[in-house]
């Protein structure tokens, strides 16, 4: 006999609009607004929208349950067996396009693989593997992305006062101009303030391309037509596209994850670091005293867990988003129809400590020498076949970034919140508040 899933109270619905859904909607889901996230950090809405869904898991889970969004009654799923089913289940039954994410994104990538059906899914996933070689150890463009990331850490490092999120986010914009588009737009900063404020535009849901997004695409495909080799533009004419495939506009979701997401996981990275030093020490012995090779860098796995751990413990993502493109029937009989909307927690699902030992504090060892990396309850990067086929490139440019910097100096934390590894760590971290310096040898 199929079981219905629980339903939280209106109320309750109400409490999760105005705790959680809410808060990521006014920072901006798509282009973040410094002022407001600062604000919302203060409250702070990402510990107090925690404890609530807590609350609600431990009153109606693990099963998935039934939460009002809005005005849309929306299945919030929670446990890493149902996750596994979602993600797993992508993108059919479980689309990655509902509505919210589909009309924002509409704006500035109206063609993304992360909204598509299909055989237009299919389509462009098979261009982004062949540009992008996920699950090989190492990129083909591997050491050029590694001469350049070392180039751009140099400068940071160069720069007068502590380093702050705006520097680094400048230097990554540049590095990813150069490791998506190559050299000749290593300056077009125009590029990137074009994309902001598309992204910007999205930040309203319009359903469209926003004012500006065709000249934007014009301006990418300029650089498709004359690639560079030594970046990805000049993997693209092996790479299998069609007409439908719209190469520059896959070329989008690169530029900003790399450029805007990765220097965020980034930042905080480094914080942690600083706060941290008995993994600091293990970073440089890792990396060891020569010059880092490629090699080098592609084997510091505990480098790789200190980023992958600031991404696990603040999200950039806190909540994703599924929709069904046809019915289903859940493990206890339970039918949900084509149209239902589901929500899967990511802030609460990676700091769940109920099922995670080191939930609240900072545990690289767990993606190094852990099972961390096969959890279905982390999803930065999701799973299944819509797990990120970028995500091998962004921890090697980080790792590349962060062992360069850490070679010659020491990390300080100046500004930001409390790190400590003797207390848990915060559900919220305002990269734009903070500061880190450098203690140089």
């Keep these: 006999m199929a079981l219905d899933f629980k339903h939280a109270s209106i109320v309750e619905g109400v409490r999760f609009t105005a705790q959680v859904a809410l808060p990521n909607v006014v920072q901006g889901l798509f282009r973040r607004r410094e002022a407001v996230v600062s604000a919302v950090d203060k409250i702070p809405a990402d510990g107090l929208g925690f404890r609530f869904v807590e609350g609600l898991v431990a009153k109606y889970g693990p099963d998935p349950f039934w939460v009002r969004v809005g005005s849309e009654e929306t299945l919030l799923v929670t446990h890493p067996d149902d996750i596994q089913i979602v993600l797993g289940g992508s993108p059919d039954p479980f689309a990655p396009d509902p509505e919210a994410k589909r009309k924002g994104m509409s704006a500035f990538q109206p063609t993304a693989l992360s909204i598509s059906r299909g055989d237009l899914w299919r389509d462009r996933r098979a261009f982004a593997d062949a540009v992008l070689h996920p699950g090989s150890p190492l990129h083909p463009l591997a050491a050029s992305f590694a001469a350049i990331a070392a180039e751009e850490a140099d400068a940071l490092l160069a720069a007068d006062g502590p380093l702050r999120f705006d520097a680094l ?91 805007d997401t990765l220097p965020t996981n980034l930042f905080r990275a480094l914080a942690l670091l600083a706060t941290h030093p008995d993994a600091l020490d293990r970073v440089r012995a890792e990396l060891g005293d020569g010059p880092a090779t490629v090699e080098t860098i592609a084997g510091a796995s505990y480098l790789a867990g200190c980023v992958l751990e600031a991404m696990r413990l603040w999200p950039t ?49 767990e993606w190094s020498e852990g099972t961390a990396g096969d959890d279905w309850s982390f999803n930065f990067f999701s799973h299944g076949p819509q797990g990120c086929p970028g995500a091998g490139l962004s921890i090697f440019l980080g790792q590349a970034v962060l062992g360069r910097l850490l070679a010659t100096a020491t990390p300080t934390l100046e500004a930001g919140p409390r790190l400590s590894g003797d207390a848990d760590l915060p559900y919220g971290f305002d990269v734009y508040s903070s500061a880190i310096g450098w203690l140089t040898s």
């Design 169 to 259: 986010n400048a230097a990554f914009q540049r590095l990813t101009r150069r490791v998506v588009l190559g050299a000749a737009a290593a300056d077009d900063t125009g590029l990137t303030e074009q994309l902001g404020e598309l992204m910007a535009a999205g930040n309203k849901m319009p359903g469209r391309p926003a004012p500006g997004y065709d000249a934007f695409h014009e301006r990418l495909a300029s650089y498709v037509a004359d690639p560079d080799p030594d970046a990805l533009t000049g993997l693209v004419a092996a790479a299998p596209a069609t007409d439908d495939t719209d190469v520059p506009g896959q070329l989008i979701h690169w530029l900003f994850a790399m450029g």
């Design 317 to 365: 993502t806190s909540l994703f988003g599924r929709v069904q493109a046809a019915e289903h029937r859940w493990v206890n009989g339970q039918k949900t129809p084509e149209g239902t909307q589901l929500l899967i927690p990511n802030l609460f699902n990676h700091r769940n400590s109920a099922r995670i030992p080191y939930a609240d504090r900072f545990a690289p060892e």
